[in-house]
């Protein structure tokens, strides 16, 4: 399926299954509003939204990318919506941000057992705005949640069982100004637990960690540059 770049408003489609393609389901629109979709078992990428300008205005509902090739998701669009998407399997990035400009909010989504990782990637056009609640990362060959750039909102969100590698983690801050509530990050990275990573070292820009958040071990599950914490000034959660 392939949505090509049009003039019209209010584009909508739903109730589509994409197998054994070479992308499962391309949009490269704006003003689209995409629910109930399955793409599974397709050569490259499962589900791919280009790049559409910083007035997009898109929204994707209901979306499960499985046992795809590439990447499960591929989201290039700003000013869009995505609520209720899985992402399981795949062979690179579960769902993955790539020169992603701002305004992206993502509620409610599950990335496992993918070959790369599970939500996050490279960002490289400006500083984006995401909100990212009520999301699961687990067991997936990457970072379990990497986010570049600054500005970002994360809630709710468990990370665990991510990485084969020592220079994974499961949380992986490299940007600044990232607020985090309610996060449980376990078990993740393979010689070492490295739960918790932050490479901020503008103080113009600083974290903030409020609610819980859990970690395998206190002290060796956090590496910290630049941003101590609180009154206490330590560089390790």
């Known amino acids: 399926v392939s949505i090509g770049t049009s003039t019209s408003v209010d584009q909508r489609i739903s ?71 899985s992402s399981i ?18 509620v409610g989504a599950v990335s496992a057992a993918n070959g790369g990782a599970g939500l996050g990637a490279a960002n ?28 970002h909102t994360v809630n709710n969100v468990v990370l665990a069982n991510n990485g084969n590698g020592i220079s994974h983690f499961g949380y992986s801050l490299q940007g600044g100004a990232v607020h985090s509530r309610h996060l449980a990050v376990h078990h993740n990275g393979s010689n070492y637990q490295r739960d918790l990573f932050n490479n901020n070292t503008n103080a113009a820009l600083p974290h903030v960690f409020s609610g819980v958040l859990q970690v395998t071990d206190a002290t060796y599950s956090c590496n910290s540059w630049g941003m101590p914490f609180g009154p206490r000034g330590h560089n390790k959660i």
Request: glycine share 12%.
């Open 89 to 106: 399997g795949n062979g690179l990035n579960g769902i993955s941000f790539d020169n992603t400009p701002n305004g992206v909010i993502l």
């Open 15 to 85: 109730d589509v299954v994409c197998i054994n393609n070479h992308d499962g389901f391309f949009v490269g629109s704006s003003d689209v509003d995409v629910r109930h979709v399955v793409t599974a078992n397709n050569r490259s990428v499962g589900f791919h939204m280009d790049n559409n300008g910083p007035t997009s205005r898109v929204r994707v509902h209901d979306l499960r990318a499985l046992h795809n090739g590439g990447a499960g998701v591929l989201i290039r669009a700003s000013t869009s919506v995505w609520t209720d998407i």
């Open 124 to 151: 490289l056009v400006t500083d984006v705005i995401y909100l990212i609640k009520d999301a699961t990362s687990v067991d997936n060959m990457g970072q379990g949640l990497e986010l570049q750039r600054n500005g």
